[in-house]
């Protein structure tokens, strides 16, 4: 196990198209996060799971976005209609989440660089 | 609203210098303190953590913080800095609340050079 996992590593869209991103965490990490970082700022919180279930959700994550984690396993990032201001990182994070209680280190993948042109 | 504030965005220093990069938190309860690393073409990396007991924590590299919690500071230090030290660091805070959250919420960010 090599740690967190992100594809693709780089998207270049066209404003108004669809895209997906995916998230492989930590084996046996319950805990899943997606953040977005933009040029000269730290990460942003968009949401995360904990197992299969999306417990909480940004603001920031508008209706054109929507996450997934279907098994409890890798997750997905879709934007849809996507926007210029869409333009940033995009950062998956994974955390061992014991009894609800302690939530220890959050280990965070390479990102995916999402350019709209 | 809980935030997190980094004091300085760009820090030069040469070799062997001594490194203390701020960072300041507004959450009153109990909180998780965490530095991370992000070093040129490289994904975020945890430099150290606070969670609990003696407040002066020592992470990789020989950097180490101390956290104050009546001032809700968590500085980050170093006695003497290296070239390979170069990156970007950033202060990250969770609020401990029962069954909810862990999300990180971070500060903008300190990117430091180090000249040879």
């Known amino acids: 196990d090599t740690g967190v996992s992100q594809d693709p590593r780089h998207k270049i869209t066209k404003r108004g198209q669809n895209v997906t991103f995916r998230c492989d965490p930590i084996?046996?990490?319950?805990?899943l996060y997606w953040y977005r970082q933009t040029l000269g700022q730290g990460p942003e919180f968009l949401t995360y799971?904990?197992?299969?279930?999306?417990?909480?959700k940004s603001r920031l994550l508008s209706d054109r976005f929507s996450a997934e984690r279907p098994k409890g396993s890798f997750s997905t990032l879709e934007i849809q209609r996507t926007e210029q201001g869409d333009s940033a990182m995009y950062l998956c994070?994974?955390?061992?989440?014991?009894?609800?209680?302690?939530?220890?280190?959050?280990?965070f993948g390479p990102g995916t660089r999402l350019t709209v042109t | 609203a809980q935030s997190v504030s980094q004091h300085n965005h760009h820090v030069i220093l040469s070799e062997a210098a001594s490194l203390e990069l701020g960072c300041n938190y507004s959450?009153?309860?109990?909180?998780?303190l965490f530095w991370y690393v992000q070093y040129p073409g490289q994904h975020l990396q945890l430099l150290l953590k606070y969670f609990s007991g003696d407040p002066l924590v020592k992470g990789i590299k020989g950097f180490e913080a101390e956290f104050i919690k009546s001032k809700f500071s968590f500085n980050l230090r170093k006695p003497s800095v290296q070239w390979s030290d170069t990156a970007e660091y950033f202060c990250?805070?969770?609020?401990?609340?029962?069954?909810?959250?862990?999300?990180?919420?971070f500060g903008q960010g300190t990117e430091l050079s180090v000249k040879p």
């Open positions: 990250a805070v969770k609020k401990l609340v029962y069954n909810q959250g862990g999300k990180l919420i």
């Open positions: 799971f904990q197992n299969e279930a999306q417990l909480e």
């Open positions: 959450y009153g309860g109990t909180v998780n």
């Open positions: 994070a994974s955390s061992l989440d014991i009894l609800g209680r302690i939530s220890y280190e959050q280990y």
């Open positions: 084996s046996e990490h319950n805990r």
